[in-house]
Structure formats: structure tokens, C-alpha cells
Nanobody, 125 residues
Framework: QVQLVESGGGLVQAGGSLRLSCAAS????????VGWFRRAPGKDREFVAG????????SYADFVKGRFTISKDNTRNTVDLQMNSLRPEDTAVYYC??????????????????WGQGTQVTVSS
């Protein structure tokens, strides 16, 4: 059973940057896609960014395009989310999740079978 641990969250002013990292144990990311999702207070969890198993494909929610970048490091077995130009509306708990073997950069939450506990990101205005 894979265990995912997110890190890098915190408090930042609007316009600032944070880099989230998702580390896996019990399973390598090499053959699996990984996604980042978030849940803001009072809202449903939503897709943020995804990367395919081979890292050849990425996908982003419209509200983060041009600001966030997802990357995969198979050597470190981590997937990072670089977040720039942060806005107060980006405040949420951010989760990473692992998808099926050889999967693509999907935003379909139902296709992800392992989830981390989340890391809080708070953006002040």
C-alpha cells in the first residue's frame, strides 16, 4: 500500500510562491500518474494539476494555468507543484494522489486510488 506525504504548505502573501512536494513510500511513481487536488473551506475537492506516468503529458485546471507547474522526479520519487502568483482564492488544503499504472494526466478524481493527508496553503491579501 502506497503512502503519500505532502509538504511545503504554509502562509504566504498574495503574489508570492510556494513549492509543494508529494513523496511516496511503498510504491514508486515511475509507472503511475500523479495529480494534485485541493479543497477550499466549504467547497468540494477539485482538480489542480496532473502529470502522466511518463511525464510526457501534463494538465492543469484553467484557474492555475500559467501560474502552477507540476513536475515529477523519479529519482527522488516525488512530484512537486510549483505555485507562483498566488491569490487568496488559492487558499485550500492541497492533496496529491496516485493514479493507475501507465495512466495519463487525468483530472478524474475517481481514477486515483491513493491519497495523501494534505497540506494547508493559506494566501493572505
Amino acid at each position: 500500500q502506497v503512502q503519500l506525504v505532502e509538504s511545503g504548505g504554509g502562509l504566504v502573501q498574495a503574489g508570492g510562491s510556494l513549492r509543494l512536494s508529494c513523496a511516496a513510500s511503498g510504491r514508486t511513481f515511475i509507472w503511475h500518474p500523479v495529480g494534485w487536488f485541493r479543497r477550499a473551506p466549504g467547497k468540494d475537492r477539485e482538480f489542480v494539476a496532473g502529470i502522466s506516468w511518463s511525464s510526457s503529458g501534463t494538465s492543469y485546471a484553467d484557474f492555475v494555468k500559467g501560474r502552477f507547474t507540476i513536475s515529477k522526479d523519479n529519482t527522488r520519487n516525488t512530484v512537486d507543484l510549483q505555485m507562483n502568483s498566488l491569490r487568496p482564492e488559492d487558499t485550500a488544503v492541497y492533496y496529491c494522489a496516485v493514479g493507475p499504472r501507465l495512466g495519463g494526466a487525468s483530472g478524474d478524481q475517481e481514477s486515483f486510488d491513493s491519497w495523501g493527508q494534505g497540506t494547508q496553503v493559506t494566501v493572505s491579501s
